[in-house]
């Protein structure tokens, strides 16, 4: 049973930095597609970002690019997503996702439908 725990989120004034992380276990990393959607309250679940199996490509909402980075090591199953420049929108529960797609480099990516485990979710607030 794969299992993923988020950790890292918190609060920051904006502008600042945070690191967020997703422990993978239960099954053969590699072979999984990586997400972060993130939600606020009284809104819908949005993708944030998204890493392909092999960590060569990755997709980002618009409101992030350029702002976020998704990476992952698979030597020790995780995936983080690196945030800069956070602004007061980006205030949500940040939720890491995994959907088996070895060999895929594209798919549905930004649909939260398409993912087959999520984990917890950590909380990001952004004062301003």
């Known amino acids: 049973q794969v299992q993923l725990v988020e950790s890292g989120g918190g609060l920051v004034q904006a502008g600042g930095s945070l690191r967020l992380s997703c422990a993978f276990s239960g099954s053969f990393f590699s072979g999984y597609y990586m997400a972060w959607f993130r939600q606020a309250p009284g809104k819908e679940r949005e993708f944030v970002a998204a890493?392909?199996?092999?960590?060569?490509?990755?997709y980002y909402a618009d409101a992030v690019k350029g702002r976020f980075t998704i990476f992952r090591d698979n030597g020790k199953n995780t995936v983080s997503l690196q945030m800069n420049s956070l602004k007061p929108e980006d205030t949500a529960v940040y939720y890491c996702?995994?959907?088996?797609?070895?060999?895929?480099?594209?798919?549905?990516?930004?649909?939260?439908?398409?993912?087959?485990?999520w984990g917890q979710g950590t909380p990001v607030t952004v004062s301003s």
């Open positions: 996702a995994a959907k088996w797609a070895p060999r895929n480099n594209g798919g549905s990516y930004y649909n939260p439908v398409w993912y087959d485990y």
């Open positions: 890493l392909t199996w092999s960590g060569a490509t990755s």
